[in-house]
């Protein structure tokens, strides 16, 4: 398990080799591009889009290093068109994603919000994944703490939490050890990358929990 609570992502699926920084990864750490009958540079986020596909690591790091010294044309051996604003295009994507997985994990009795909700089932041992929003209050999330053995997600929107379980807003989150579980800690790692691995203060949030261990 990695620091703050984090699962690390599966290493058991197949992998791919970013081409920012030449590193060989599991494709859930990656976003694989495809071309365009157009000429354009699309993102295929679930992997299943015709064509050859290249792989970049998730995060703006890496993304800004493929857009910045045409790796996309260098990989693909032929001239590509990049849309505007890709960066912030692909964090709109991502972030859909894991709201619209939530969603599914709630709808199946996977996932549950608010502080008691979330609290009972902390207490209870049911919950694998705690999820909170990034811009809720410091003290009032510092009373529940990431499951042991489980995964902390803090980089998400009050409002984004909010639209995946059909409120307006969600402080406090949490999943279940259902199926969906895993893959919505997937995509928001991918998410992270994009969103908050890009300034300190936001990693800084994101390395709560401690070793994952409930307080006592």
Known sequence: MSRGGHKKLREDGPERKCIATGETQPKC??????????????????????????????????????????????????????????????????????IDMISLARKSGDAVAGYEKVKDWLGKEEASVLIQANDGSERGKSKLSTPYGGTYIGWLTADEL????????VIHAALGTGGLASRVVEEAQRLKGMRVEASKSGTKSTDRGGSGRRKG
């Open 29 to 98: 750490g990656l976003i694989r591009f495809v071309l365009g009958p157009d000429g354009r540079i699309v993102p295929d986020l679930a992997g299943k889009l015709p064509g050859r596909g290249v792989y970049v690591s998730s995060d703006r790091k890496s993304l800004d290093m493929a857009l910045t010294k045409g790796l996309f044309q260098r990989s693909l051996k032929q001239p590509v068109q990049v849309p505007d604003g890709m960066m912030d295009l692909l964090e709109q994507m991502l972030t859909r994603r894991v």
């Open 162 to 169: 909010g639209m995946a379980f059909g409120r307006q807003s």
